[in-house]
């Protein structure tokens, strides 16, 4: 299997903008992290459990993470998450 490209400073995510769903705790929080170290630009948490996601945002910093409430099973609120982090940080994008 290929490995994936990386950028000149060696970090996979450098610039690109994450949504990590059921970011607040588990697997979720762990890749949200590893999203981070990996120098995704911003890494935005979405979950329901809104005071887990808060600090796994805060853990990450407030410059490159972000949480907001979203239940993916209501269509509605996954469109809201998307729309306001692509008018927030102009993209999603990893690849």
């Known amino acids: 299997m290929a490995e994936a490209s990386s950028t000149s400073n060696g970090l996979r995510l450098a610039?690109?903008?994450a949504i990590v769903t059921g970011g607040a705790s588990g697997i979720g929080k762990e890749t949200a992290?590893?999203?981070?170290?990996q120098?995704?630009?911003m890494v935005v948490?979405?979950?329901?459990?809104?005071d887990l996601g808060?600090?796994?945002a805060a853990s990450i910093g407030g410059h490159r993470s972000t949480f907001i409430h979203c239940d993916i099973a209501?269509?509605?609120?996954v469109k809201n998450l998307i729309q306001s982090t692509v008018n927030a940080y102009g993209q999603v994008k990893i690849n």
Do not use: P, S, T, Y
């Open 39 to 41: 120098g995704a630009r």
């Open 74 to 77: 209501n269509e509605d609120q």
């Open 15 to 17: 610039g690109k903008v």
């Open 54 to 56: 808060d600090r796994v």
């Open 33 to 37: 992290h590893l999203f981070a170290k």
């Open 45 to 50: 948490i979405a979950d329901v459990q809104d």
